[in-house]
């Protein structure tokens, strides 16, 4: 990724290696010597051995290869041979060793000299002059397949990531002192969701058995992080004052920005009303699982205290509509036709189709998915020439109306699949959403929904680790061509000056964007080293989000961490507490700034909050923390301490941010 410079440089990592590009499909990258550059700045020294192999038999003819094939001798004089069975294990043989030591000065072949790798990185470094520097991410050209494959490993993953962050973040928050932080249990559930972030497992080119443990593995971290959440978020409802409140119920923001959107309670209360601190009442509805839904407005990082009410007069009336030819809030409506494919997404706040001229969105495509090589690993390009549209309806219902959210059902077949989505919109959100169940029965098929818009851009946005990149919508050079399937995280964003369309998901990694078409890989089915990969049920919801000027103005950061953090409510009963109705525990006062982990520190008493600037924008900005802070550090990834931060006269701290810089504090809590 286009980050990892800094990542690494804020590890104690300044050089890089690795021989896996020259893999690529289209494009040779023009050097083997450079500076590698990341989105804000950082540069690493990076080398890939030019002999383009990691299993090195120390022959002569690799030798004169890797020599012939080194392309800056006119900046450099040595490279790095990399020697061994390396694929599946074994390492140099005594012969390898013994032929290199042969070659050290033997005159017609390639000088070798036998050396540790830190100290080639050390005379290479010194030996390159005027380096060359690459900037954005290196772009591997190949094994696109497994951005998608094995869906519910990824499913897991993210599912993971996320609910180990905001264990941490609760557990940091828990007044009970750090005592109370489980630091043994955190670690063992990072250690194991790393332990299947390794290749073959992530992406999805393992055999079947693999993906039985790891499956086994993830729902082990799913009840342990949740076990944490639990145990920190009823100590800090059991602080939170909710005295004279007939049925209170706690809701938690884990995201570092305020929020006012749908929660989800379980059913088990009889309510009309739910009642905020402020005053302002919200209408509950009963979903179509039973479950209650209203809308709260929670703080940064923190939580808001609701009373639900029963009224003898319910609130009515709603600015939500829906039959079964469309569905319609205040800020969009939606119409599709009778193979229940949209037809109309009409944003009323700018008074334009989102959908372009004469077109369908949410289409569900299917490829035939037959790679030249490896299964699991590979979608060629020419697989996403043919796509076969599903237009079969089985069924299409109403399953919501009420004052909070709208939602139709439909359900489609294709050969022995069936697809289920929910579409729904809630009230005021300009996100309408598809909550997606599939029983995946095809064998080497891959599915794909597209999202045909009205906006004209060479460039769509994808969000990373730690930022964002842009890559092109047009296939002009054959750098261009060879992005015909990519890697994003929680969106990808098409905007034109002035106004634009995201395409967000939960737990899916696979995009293209080519011209006006936005789309996402759902699935795949391939043949081996697995027969039984994506086949069966699968559950996952993407959003289309169209949005007012670029990413930014439109939030897109900002959504695609609702759609993937959910708020949580709590129940509780009517009890007195040092903590106030509404809190925020932290909050930053600059936009585009996000809180992405807060925990306790690894070697003592300190809390760790990493922050990082997700816009692209540079400025100040200030963390205000509940707890008071007695001393501010900056570190590194590693929690070395750095130099002091300095707090303003309201107790915050004050911060510079760069454009997509990673900001790590070091806070010594009173």
């Known amino acids: 990724p286009a980050n990892l410079p800094q990542i690494m440089r804020q590890a104690g990592i300044d050089r890089f290696l690795t021989q896996k590009l020259s893999w690529n499909q289209y494009n040779v990258l023009p050097h083997h010597s450079f500076l590698w550059e990341g989105i804000d700045g950082p540069q690493v020294f990076t080398h890939f051995p030019p002999a383009d192999t990691y299993n090195g038999d120390a022959s002569v003819a690799e030798l004169v290869h890797a020599v012939r094939n080194f392309k800056d001798h006119d900046r450099a004089t040595r490279s790095l041979y990399v020697y061994g069975y390396g694929d599946g294990g074994g390492g140099p043989t005594a012969g390898m060793i013994e032929q290199l030591r042969r070659l050290a000065d033997l005159e017609g072949a390639p000088r070798v000299e036998l050396d540790a790798a830190s100290s080639f990185f050390d005379k290479a470094e010194a030996d390159l002059h005027d380096p060359p520097v690459w900037v954005g991410e290196l772009y591997l050209e190949l094994h696109r397949g497994t951005y998608t494959s094995q869906s519910d490993t990824k499913k897991g993953n993210r599912a993971g990531e996320l609910a180990l962050r905001e264990a941490e973040l609760w557990a940091s928050l828990d007044p009970r002192s750090w005592s109370a932080y489980p630091a043994q249990r955190l670690e063992r559930a990072w250690k194991t969701l790393l332990l299947h972030q390794f290749h073959d497992i992530i992406p999805g080119s393992g055999i079947h058995w693999v993906y039985e443990d790891t499956a086994r593995d993830h729902a082990h971290v799913a009840a342990e992080a949740g076990a944490v959440i639990g145990d920190a978020t009823d100590a800090l409802v059991a602080a939170a004052d909710t005295r004279g409140l007939s049925h209170p119920v706690v809701v938690f923001n884990a995201a570092s920005h305020d929020r006012r959107e749908l929660v989800r309670l379980a059913a088990g209360t009889d309510a009309d009303v739910a009642v905020g601190p402020d005053g302002e009442e919200s209408p509950v509805q009963v979903a179509d699982d039973g479950s209650l839904l209203f809308v709260a407005s929670v703080p940064s990082c923190g939580y808001s205290v609701y009373e639900l009410v029963s009224r003898a007069t319910p609130p009515s009336g709603s600015e939500l509509a829906v039959d079964e030819s469309h569905l319609e809030n205040s800020r969009l409506c939606v119409r599709w036709d009778e193979t229940g494919l949209l037809t109309s997404v009409w944003d009323k706040s700018a008074s334009r189709e989102v959908l372009a001229p004469g077109s369908r969105g949410n289409v569900l495509q299917v490829f035939a998915d037959y790679p030249n090589f490896y299964d699991a690993w590979d979608v060629d390009r020419f697989?996403?020439?043919?796509?076969?549209?599903?237009?079969?309806?089985?069924?299409?219902?109403?399953?919501?109306?009420?004052?909070?959210?709208?939602?139709?059902?439909?359900?489609?077949?294709?050969?022995?699949?069936?697809?289920?989505?929910?579409?729904?919109?809630?009230?005021?959100?300009?996100?309408?959403?598809?909550?997606?169940?599939?029983?995946?029965?095809?064998?080497?098929?891959?599915?794909?929904?597209?999202?045909?818009?009205?906006?004209?851009?060479?460039?769509?946005?994808?969000?990373?680790?730690?930022?964002?990149?842009?890559?092109?919508?047009?296939?002009?050079?054959?750098?261009?061509?060879?992005?015909?399937?990519?890697?994003?995280?929680?969106?990808?964003?098409?905007?034109?000056?002035?106004?634009?369309?995201?395409?967000?998901?939960?737990?899916?990694?696979?995009?293209?964007?080519?011209?006006?078409?936005?789309?996402?890989?759902?699935?795949?089915?391939?043949?081996?080293?697995?027969?039984?990969?994506?086949?069966?049920?699968?559950?996952?919801?993407?959003?289309?989000?169209?949005?007012?000027?670029?990413?930014?103005?439109?939030?897109?950061?900002?959504t695609g961490y609702e759609l993937n953090v959910p708020l949580r409510a709590v129940t509780t009963t009517p009890h007195p507490g040092t903590g106030a109705r509404q809190t925020s525990f932290l909050h930053v006062d600059r936009p585009g700034v996000v809180v992405d982990a807060v925990k306790k520190a690894e070697d003592s008493d300190v809390m760790i909050v990493r922050l990082y600037?997700?816009?692209?924008?540079?400025?100040?900005?200030?963390?205000?923390?509940?707890?008071?802070?007695?001393?501010?550090?900056?570190?590194?990834?590693?929690?070395h301490p750095h130099e002091a931060l300095q707090f303003e006269d309201d107790g915050s701290i004050a911060l510079n941010v760069r454009p997509f810089e990673i900001l790590t504090l070091l806070l010594e809590l009173a």
């Open 613 to 639: 600037e997700a816009w692209g924008q540079r400025g100040p900005a200030r963390l205000t923390c509940a707890r008071q802070v007695t001393r501010a550090r900056r570190a590194d990834l590693l929690e």
């Open 383 to 558: 697989t996403l020439d043919h796509p076969v549209e599903i237009t079969t309806l089985d069924d299409l219902a109403v399953t919501e109306r009420g004052p909070q959210r709208a939602s139709v059902r439909l359900t489609r077949s294709f050969g022995s699949s069936r697809i289920t989505q929910t579409i729904s919109l809630s009230a005021g959100s300009a996100r309408l959403d598809f909550a997606t169940a599939v029983d995946w029965r095809e064998s080497r098929r891959m599915l794909k929904v597209a999202f045909p818009v009205d906006v004209r851009s060479p460039r769509a946005t994808y969000e990373i680790q730690y930022g964002h990149v842009e890559r092109p919508t047009h296939a002009n050079t054959s750098w261009d061509l060879a992005r015909f399937e990519v890697c994003a995280q929680r969106w990808a964003d098409l905007s034109e000056a002035g106004y634009g369309v995201a395409l967000l998901n939960d737990c899916k990694y696979g995009y293209d964007i080519q011209g006006n078409v936005m789309r996402l890989s759902l699935l795949r089915a391939p043949g081996w080293p697995d027969p039984l990969a994506d086949r069966g049920p699968h559950d996952f919801t993407y959003a289309l989000l169209p949005h007012a000027g670029d990413l930014r103005e439109g939030r897109v950061v900002e």
